[in-house]
């Protein structure tokens, strides 16, 4: 290996993600009450379908998250999380050539799936749970660091910034030196603006538009903005007329740069990652 595609290859427990070029992660929420499929996939034998679904169309990762952030949802304990998450890790590990990202924020999940097989800690709270640094730092594998203020419950009341993309830099870069002091290093974080989360419309546009800042962090960036509210208001579209918007905002994140999109509609948003990469390989 060169020391230029070392650069590029971040170790994902037993697989390895190629961050020379875009990657699409495909959204498998094993949660009753998630907004969007409204847990039709929380049956294991249908996940499992789910899965491979998205393999097929072309994803790279699956962000297998049990424990819902949309405001209002019940709070779940830690047993509840890991006995809705383990069977799925464990039966995607076996059965798919896939990278498994576990969105949780709880250690005890953190470290259990790592042992399952999964490649991603995708913590929407950066680590902030107590125990969830030493947990993460623990099982060696990397971590995406997403920016909100609050908790989910709480988040959309009233967020102010002065310019919120600096604030998110600034955040994503003290969260980054936390992971320091426990032994998680530079080259084992992924960073993600955390679209929707805690944030306006008009703070969401802003930081899309500024997202290239970012980069100044040094880390690849991952952007999530499948079927948001930032969509629906931009376009006054409810929830399953936001195919389009998602697609325009997964092409302008690749272009700006951003290495791993979270989506939920993988055949669509592979097509775009692949039409922009033929078009940037001509001479
Ligand atoms: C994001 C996320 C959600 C995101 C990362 C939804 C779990 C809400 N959004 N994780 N999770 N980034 N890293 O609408 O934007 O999918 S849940």
Do not use: W
Request: proline fraction near 5%; hydrophobic fraction near 45%.
């Amino acid at each position: 290996m060169t020391s230029v595609q070392s650069l590029t290859r971040l170790p994902c427990g037993n697989r390895v993600l190629d961050l020379a070029h875009t990657h699409v992660m495909g959204i498998l929420n094993v949660t009753p009450d998630s907004f969007s499929d409204g847990g039709r996939y929380s049956q294991l034998d249908a996940a499992l379908r789910h899965a491979e679904a998205m393999v097929a169309a072309g994803a790279t990762l699956i962000d297998v998250g049990g424990e819902s952030t949309r405001p209002g949802a019940r709070a779940v304990s830690p047993l509840e999380e890991l006995e809705r998450v383990a069977p799925i890790v464990e039966r995607i590990n076996r059965e798919l050539d896939v990278i498994i990202s576990v969105d949780t924020s709880t250690p005890a999940v953190m470290r259990e799936t790592a042992r399952l097989g999964a490649g991603l800690i995708n913590d929407v709270r950066s680590l902030r749970r107590d125990g969830a640094l030493d947990a993460a730092a623990a099982t060696g594998l990397p971590v995406c660091l997403m920016h909100m203020l609050g908790e989910p419950g709480d988040m959309q009341d009233n967020p102010q910034y002065h310019d919120v993309t600096k604030e998110v830099g600034e955040f994503l870069a003290e969260r980054m030196a936390q992971c320091a002091s426990v032994g998680i290093p530079a080259e084992r974080i992924i960073l993600d603006p955390g679209f929707g989360f805690a944030k306006t419309l008009q703070h969401n546009l802003s930081l899309f538009k500024h997202m290239e800042a970012l980069h100044a962090l040094g880390r690849p960036l991952l952007v999530g903005v499948s079927r948001k509210s930032m969509i629906g208001q931009a376009l006054s579209r409810p929830v399953g007329e936001r195919l389009y918007g998602g697609l325009a905002l997964a092409a302008l994140a690749s272009v700006k740069g951003a290495r791993i999109l979270r989506v939920h509609d993988v055949a669509e948003t592979v097509d775009v990652v692949r039409m922009i990469a033929a078009v940037e390989s001509a001479e």
